[in-house]
């Protein structure tokens, strides 16, 4: 696989489908359970922790799914599809790496909402931080500190997400 550093939403596709990291590797679900239309950025060595940076962008339509079964007559993006938007780039993030096994959410220290993603939000954007990728006999783990804007204002944000890829 040819390391890129952004990927539109048919190749997002295709790693849920497993054509992008290999069969029985990471993989990010597919919609509706994807929760962003595209990376517009994945480096290594770079960010805060100078350990990886990933940013990924979610075009916010009136019509999502989850706007007409969560909280009737009061619209909102469930916290917890913001959170697992941060856990599927950080699996993303180890495949890119050449990390092999299947991902795995393992669990976060603390999140903290200041904010809500409703219908009247155009955009809501990912920024995750790698702090660490600790390699093990069983698979690899990746650490790291994630935050949401909604139209560019900070609404999330989660500290020592930890995804591991297993084989």
């Known amino acids: ?18 054509n992008l990291f290999g069969e029985g590797n990471a993989r990010l679900p597919l919609p509706p359970m994807l929760m962003f239309d595209r990376i517009t950025e994945i480096k290594s060595g770079d960010g805060k922790f100078k350990k ?7 075009d916010i339509k009136e019509k999502m799914w989850f706007f007409d079964c969560h909280f009737k007559k009061d619209p909102v993006m ?3 599809l913001g959170l697992d938007a941060m856990w599927q780039m950080v699996g993303f993030y180890l495949g890119w790496m050449g990390e092999s096994g299947k991902g795995r959410a393992l669990g976060v220290n603390s999140v903290r909402f200041t904010g809500e993603v409703l219908k009247k939000v155009k955009m809501a954007t990912y920024e995750v931080d790698m702090k660490k990728v600790l390699k093990t006999e069983g698979g690899t783990v990746g650490f790291a500190d994630g935050i949401l804007k909604a139209d560019g204002k900070q609404i999330y944000t989660a500290a020592n997400l930890k ?3 297993y084989k």
């Open 78 to 80: 469930p916290g917890c």
């Open 1 to 18: 696989m040819k390391q890129k550093n952004s990927y539109n939403y048919n190749e997002l596709i295709d790693c849920a489908n497993g």
């Open 163 to 165: 995804v591991g890829v």
């Open 52 to 58: 990886g940076l990933i940013k990924a962008e979610l």
